[in-house]
């Protein structure tokens, strides 16, 4: 067994890491309130080549692996965590889609740009109706001579709101098969196509720079080229790269749990009350030791569930686990952390109120966490 990085790993990391402290977090609290996402950061984020670490080369990746991928989204969400998501969704979910199921054109049209960072991807699998059973979905797409035609709606899109978000993969349902049974595909559907229109943007409880829209599809045309994979299986594709997305979020959780720590660290050992600093309560420094010991845990798992995703090896359980290990832990981290600035963790002022606020999302987001406990109570019933 080896636990340690590689030096590509290493310093993947370092770089991430440099770039969250002295870019990414003084703007962190700027980007919460006004809601504005920072451009200027993604250009910055492409030009070090985090956009597109596991993707090949020659479609302007760097050619990194999946650890390389996750082991970047936890320092960037230690940052900001709407970049993480903004990174999560477009490399790890739409980026990946594209470049697993994609033609040789495809992936010239729609991936490089992603990889390269100058556009930025975006999965449409929610609608009104259909969340966790997401194969219920309505949103329908009918041929038509070379063309194929959408009509539906899709709620809660995560990206597709930013002015330099190219596409959006759409699952709809597209026939039925022998037995009758709908037939979901999947679809490259760029935000100028005819018919395709950006709803609302949703007002949130926190993550207010990133741009979470409605996208509503009517009589939206694609070219039939745009059809992604296997049209009998776009529904299993999603699923394939959601799994991708449950390590992602499990990574982004450790960023922002390690930022949580930190920032309790620091003021625990400058608050004094009692005549001493905070940290020499024991109470104090067993909540900091807690802290400490999930998040461990939590990012040995996500490495673990990227790693086997490297070695083309089954990691659905470590993925699960993953996920709801990681944003579980986060929840509790992030309140404890509150618990330690006591008043002043609870104003503005101090970035862990913001971290708090923005922990709930991760439970939610890419499978809800009863939804991870499903997965995993399928596979021990089969074991
Ligand atoms: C900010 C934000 C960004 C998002 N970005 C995207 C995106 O980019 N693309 C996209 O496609 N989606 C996106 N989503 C949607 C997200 O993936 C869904 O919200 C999530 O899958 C849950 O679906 P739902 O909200 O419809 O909840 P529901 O499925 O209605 O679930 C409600 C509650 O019931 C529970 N539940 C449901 N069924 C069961 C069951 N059988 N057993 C036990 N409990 C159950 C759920 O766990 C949950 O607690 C985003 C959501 C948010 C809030």
Redesign the pocket.
């Known amino acids: 067994m080896d636990f340690d990085l590689t030096d590509e790993h290493k310093m993947i990391r370092d770089m991430a890491r440099d770039f969250a402290d002295e870019v990414i977090a003084p703007r962190s609290e700027n980007m919460e309130c006004t809601g504005e996402f920072p451009y200027d950061i993604i250009a910055q984020m492409a030009e070090l080549g985090m956009m597109g670490i596991p993707f090949p080369e020659e479609y302007g990746g760097s050619g990194g692996d999946w650890v390389g991928e996750h082991v970047c989204m936890e320092e960037i969400s230690r940052g900001d965590l709407t970049l993480g998501a903004m990174l999560d969704?477009t490399t790890s979910v739409a980026g990946q889609e594209i470049d697993v199921f994609g033609t040789e054109e495809q992936k010239k049209r729609w991936l490089t740009p992603i990889a390269q960072g100058t556009k930025i991807g975006?999965?449409?699998?929610?609608e009104p109706d259909?969340?966790?059973?997401?194969g219920s979905l309505r949103t329908r797409a009918v041929p038509e001579g070379d063309e194929w035609v959408l009509n539906g709606t899709?709620q809660?899109?995560?990206?597709i709101g930013l002015d330099n978000a190219s596409v959006v993969l759409v699952a709809a349902i597209s026939g039925k098969d022998e037995e009758g049974n709908v037939v979901i595909s999947t679809f490259i559907v760029p935000k100028d196509a005819p018919g395709f229109q950006l709803g609302k943007r949703?007002e949130?409880m926190s993550?207010h720079a990133?741009a979470?829209h409605e996208v509503i599809l009517e009589d939206c045309r694609i070219p039939e080229r745009n059809l992604l994979g296997d049209p009998s299986r776009g529904f299993a594709q999603h699923l394939a790269v959601l799994e991708t997305g449950r390590i992602s979020i499990a990574a982004m959780s450790v960023g922002v749990a390690q930022a949580c720590l930190d920032q309790s660290l620091r003021y625990a050992r400058e608050r004094i009350q009692f005549g001493q600093a905070i940290f020499n309560s024991q109470a104090v420094q067993f909540k900091l030791a807690d802290m400490s010991i999930s998040i461990e845990l939590a990012r040995n798992q996500y490495l673990k569930a990227a790693w086997l995703k490297d070695r083309k090896r089954k990691h659905t359980f470590e993925a699960s686990v993953a996920k709801v290990f990681g944003s579980e832990m986060l929840e509790k981290v992030a309140s404890d952390a509150v618990q330690i600035h006591g008043g002043y963790g609870y104003m503005d002022e101090y970035p862990v109120s913001r971290y708090y606020k923005g922990a709930k999302?991760l439970q939610?987001?890419?499978?809800?966490?009863?939804?991870q406990r499903?997965i995993i109570g399928r596979i021990l019933s089969t074991r």
């Open positions: 969704v975006a999965f449409a699998l929610t259909s969340g966790s059973d997401a899709k809660f899109v995560t990206n949703y949130k993550w990133s979470t999302l939610i987001v890419e499978g809800t966490s009863e939804v499903m």
